[in-house]
């Protein structure tokens, strides 16, 4: 299991995404505006800094929430 708490990701999230309301944390994340191409790259930057792999794309595409993009996060990062 990951170091990671869901409360650190989703923080880290939202800070390098530049969110400032806490919906986020339960909207699909195709609702959030700051979610698009360049949030994506954001995002995996986030990813590859907390957990330490760079995560496929494909995942941050197909992930429909935060939790469960965390999730993700959790399981690849134990395949290391």
Known sequence: M???SFEEFSREFAKDLEIED????TAKLE???QYDS???????????????FQ?????????ETLQALYDVCC???QGK
């Open 2 to 4: 990951s170091n990671v």
């Open 22 to 25: 806490e919906q986020y944390r």
């Open 31 to 33: 609702d959030i505006p």
């Open 38 to 52: 360049m949030g994506k790259i954001i995002v995996s930057l986030t990813i590859e800094r907390l957990f330490g």
């Open 55 to 63: 995560i496929a794309y494909e995942f941050l595409d197909e992930s």
């Open 75 to 77: 399981t690849q990062g």
